[in-house]
């Protein structure tokens, strides 16, 4: 099948990638022509394990290119892939949907055959009704929209878009249309490999990708505020993560305490679930995102008050032995400490 992947970030390099690499025809599209320039010649501008290698085989394979022409695209491809970023509002919570709208508005005009177009960013939910109505208006073909959300990890993008734990497809009605045939065409060889094939309404599939990452924000914010408690108890945070991690209910992963999470996902997803729940009157239901977000960030000031207390010990005992007379020194003594003061308390351990 003929695939165009608009963005080519890391997810959408990644995903171009992956899916020449399932045997589809695929054309790369970005409005930044270094970018094009740089994949085009096999380099990827980011560092994730397998990416380059698999790049650089397809576009041997001549099942990858790339362009920065949308009227090349709309008439190389039948399914349309949105990959984009949606990064946070400058001064707000809310995410800021210009690329993807940028998408929509530019290709849809452009489609005179048949063709699909499949989200893949993450966005608010009810954007991809919004999203419907625009391509219909400004497509002169018949164009369906679907929704198919990526979960992906830094350092097994590759993994996860070849070997995923589901594939969701969100539908305008379910039972209607084309697009859920189709997109099941395009992952036929994971669908035969048992990978759950998940068919929903496009806000359920909105939904599935924040939702997600809200879950795992609050479950990492959830061990660093235990870990808190266990500095000032004299606890072990890793023993204690240990134990309620062989409760099922429960699970080990994500449940290492430590500096809390960042990236280009979880941070800015949450603040963008609580905006959108505000928009639509339910701004008390996710209120508790707000401490997630706060624990979160006063994590990364408590590391470099300890990363503090640690240099400050050191550097303490050096200008003590520094200030004595060189001949009170003990010459077979290091001016250098053995073993640091540990920071906080000495029980009370954040990371393995």
């Known amino acids: 099948m003929r695939c165009a992947v608009f963005g080519t970030g890391y997810l959408g390099a990644t995903h171009a990638a992956c899916m020449a690499e399932l045997g589809h025809d695929v054309l790369g599209v970005d409005v930044d022509a270094g970018k094009i320039a740089k994949l085009e010649s096999g380099e990827v501008p980011f560092y994730e394990p397998g990416l380059a290698e698999m790049l650089?085989?397809?576009?041997?394979a001549g099942r990858l290119t790339f362009t920065t022409s949308y009227?090349?695209?709309a008439a190389f491809a039948d399914v349309h892939f949105i990959c984009v970023g949606t990064p946070q509002k400058q001064g707000e919570y809310a995410a800021d949907l210009s690329h993807v709208d940028a998408v929509v508005d530019a290709l849809s005009p452009l489609l005179t055959e048949p063709a699909l177009i499949v989200?893949?960013?993450?966005?608010p939910v009810g954007t991809a009704v919004d999203l419907v109505e625009r391509v219909r208006a400004a497509a002169p073909a018949d164009v369906e929209l679907v929704w198919n959300p990526e979960f992906l990890r830094e350092g097994f993008a590759v993994q996860d878009t070849l070997s995923p734990d589901r594939l969701v497809c969100g539908v305008e009605r379910k039972g209607e249309g084309r697009g859920?045939?189709?997109l099941r065409d395009v992952y036929a060889t994971l669908i035969d490999r048992g990978v759950p094939f998940l068919v929903t309404e496009l806000a359920t599939a909105e939904l599935a990708k924040s939702s997600a990452n809200a879950f795992l924000a609050t479950k990492i914010s959830f061990i660093n505020a235990i870990a808190e408690v266990c500095e000032v108890a004299g606890a072990d945070a890793v023993e204690l993560a240990d134990i309620l991690g062989h409760d099922d209910r429960i699970g080990r992963r994500f449940l290492d305490s430590g500096l809390g999470f960042g990236g280009g996902c979880l941070p800015k997803d949450i603040r963008a679930l609580m905006a959108r729940a505000g928009e639509l009157g339910a701004n008390q239901a996710l209120h508790f995102l707000?401490?997630?977000d706060s624990i979160n960030m006063?994590?990364?000031t408590r590391m470099v008050e300890l990363t503090r207390q640690a240099c400050g010990a050191r550097s303490s005992a050096r200008e003590s032995r520094c200030s004595e007379p060189r001949s009170n020194r003990d010459p077979t003594t290091s001016a250098t400490p053995r073993h640091s003061t540990s920071p906080g308390n000495c029980n009370s351990r954040v990371r393995r």
């Open 180 to 182: 859920e045939a189709i």
């Open 71 to 73: 009227e090349d695209a």
């Open 119 to 123: 989200g893949k960013s993450t966005v």
């Open 290 to 292: 707000r401490e997630v």
């Open 56 to 60: 650089r085989r397809n576009l041997e």
């Open 298 to 300: 006063r994590r990364r």
